[in-house]
């Protein structure tokens, strides 16, 4: 069974900072995707990006970007010029390509608070 | 453009009480998930349905049952609710078909306390 690990359960930073938040999984498969989640106090689920295992190319949405190390299977999120809104828990989730598996796997969630 | 609504958004239930959540999606989405949430332990998937009139056990399924009634709605009850069940659930859908990478799409959640 896959599983995915965030390690840091809670980080801080500074307005206008970039912060790297950590994510490994385990599986065996070769062909997966992996998803970065927000939950702000709000408690709603915000997908902020996603990655295709496939594509050596590491995504990128505004100021956010991931670092896909696939060997290390690990799959990182640095925010960029970090806001006050950018508080919120964090998931990292992995789903598997295979048909009849569309479920995804999360990780624990780390809690980021961004500092005035 | 409602997305994924979920009733209701708070419940307190007696332990041995039962209730049903109600989700509805109007996406379209093919596969629909109840997930439960509790501090430090993540979100957990409780079941799922792949497609209309499928239904499959997730990781955590003691005590719950599901219905999918439709393309749209996807409903979990607990037949005899229990304090381990206090938690928020997150109902969620998503199109999944030709298209793994397709994202999940959340409603906004239900609290639940069961004393």
């Known amino acids: 069974a896959q599983t995915v690990t965030q390690s840091q359960p809670e980080m801080s930073v500074q307005e206008a900072e970039t912060v790297t938040l950590s994510c490994t999984y385990d599986?065996?498969?070769?062909?997966?995707?992996l998803f970065w989640y927000k939950q702000p106090p709000s408690r709603q689920m915000i997908l902020v990006i996603r990655?295709?295992?496939?594509?050596?190319q590491n995504a990128t949405e505004n100021r956010f970007s991931v670092n896909f190390q696939k060997a290390a299977k690990s799959f990182s999120l640095k925010i960029s010029d970090s806001q006050l809104g950018d508080t919120a828990m964090y998931f990292c989730?992995?789903?598997?390509?295979?048909?009849?598996?569309?479920?995804?796997?999360f990780g624990k969630g780390m809690k980021l608070t961004v500092n005035p | 453009n409602a997305g994924v609504t979920q009733t209701p958004k708070f419940q307190v239930l007696k332990t041995g009480q039962s209730m049903t959540l109600q989700c509805a999606q109007d996406?379209?989405?093919?596969?629909m998930y109840w997930y439960r949430q509790d501090p430090g332990m993540g979100l957990r998937l409780i079941y799922y349905?792949?497609?209309?009139?499928?239904?499959d056990k997730g990781e955590v399924p003691n005590g719950y049952n599901v219905s999918r009634l439709n393309k749209r709605e996807f409903s979990l009850r607990l037949e005899s609710a229990a304090p381990s069940q206090t938690s928020v659930y997150f109902c969620?859908?998503?199109?999944?078909?030709?298209?793994?990478?397709?994202?999940?799409?959340f409603g906004n959640g239900t609290r639940l306390t069961v004393t």
């Open positions: 349905s792949a497609s209309e009139g499928t239904t």
């Open positions: 990655q295709e295992a496939y594509k050596q």
């Open positions: 989730a992995f789903k598997n390509v295979r048909g009849g598996s569309e479920k995804l796997v």
């Open positions: 996406m379209n989405h093919n596969s």
């Open positions: 969620a859908s998503s199109w999944d078909r030709g298209s793994n990478n397709s994202p999940l799409h």
């Open positions: 599986t065996s498969e070769s062909n997966y995707y």
